[in-house]
Structures are given as structure tokens and as C-alpha cells.
Nanobody
Framework: QVQLVESGGGLVQAGGSLRLSCAAS????????MGWYRQAPGQQRDLVAV???????NYADSVKGRFTISRDKSKNTVYLQMNSLKPEDSAVYYC??????????????????WGQGTQVTVSS
């Protein structure tokens, strides 16, 4: 069973910074990509940033220049450094991993996994 455990959310004033972490654990063979999505109340879940196994990154236009995604392969962990936060960044942030893991049958499967979500609130 694969688990993604997030940490680092909280309340911060506009212009402040937060760092989110997400650690993947379980019967993982390989990780293709890890990323962060966010969902505000009444909104759809949108991509914030993603980093591939090869180190390529992609960001939502709204966070470019303010957020930085990084990954520690040795720890199966992805980070999101969020600077110059704005009230519109407030949302529940979800970690995502596309990876190959061993299923209950003993075979390996590629699938998408999600963390439980962490709240980020930016006050004006």
C-alpha cells in the first residue's frame, strides 16, 4: 500500500512564505513524477507544479516566479517552496505521485496516488 503524507500547511500573511513537504512510502518500485495540486472551495482541483523523474518542472502561470518545486529522490519526497504568497493562493494543497508500486496480487502497477491534503490560508 502506498501512502503520501503531507506537512507544512498553515496560516500566513500576504507576502509570507510556506514550505510544503510530501513523503511517499510503501512498496514503491519507481516514481515517474510528483507534484502539487490545489483546490479552493467551489473550485476544481488544479495543477500547481510538477517535477518529473528526470528533473523537468512545470508550473501554473499563476505561481511562476513565486513557487519552487523540488524533489529528494533518496527520500521519495517532494517539496513546494511558496514565496510572496497571495490571498488567492489559499486552498487545500494535495500532493500527487505517479508511480509504480506492488499491488496486493504481488504484481507491479503504475497509478496515481494522492495525499490527504493540507490547508494553506493566506490572510490579506
Amino acid at each position: 500500500q502506498v501512502q503520501l503524507v503531507e506537512s507544512g500547511g498553515g496560516l500566513v500573511q500576504a507576502g509570507g512564505s510556506l514550505r510544503l513537504s510530501c513523503a511517499a512510502s510503501g512498496s514503491i518500485l519507481s516514481i515517474n513524477a510528483m507534484g502539487w495540486y490545489r483546490q479552493a472551495p467551489g473550485q476544481q482541483r488544479d495543477l500547481v507544479a510538477v517535477v518529473t523523474n528526470g528533473g523537468s518542472t512545470n508550473y501554473a502561470d499563476s505561481v511562476k516566479g513565486r513557487f519552487t518545486i523540488s524533489r529528494d529522490k533518496s527520500k521519495n519526497t517532494v517539496y513546494l517552496q511558496m514565496n510572496s504568497l497571495k490571498p488567492e493562493d489559499s486552498a487545500v494543497y494535495y500532493c500527487n505521485a505517479n508511480l509504480v508500486a506492488r499491488g496486493s496480487s504481488g504484481r507491479y502497477y503504475r497509478d496515481d496516488y494522492w495525499g490527504q491534503g493540507t490547508q494553506v490560508t493566506v490572510s490579506s
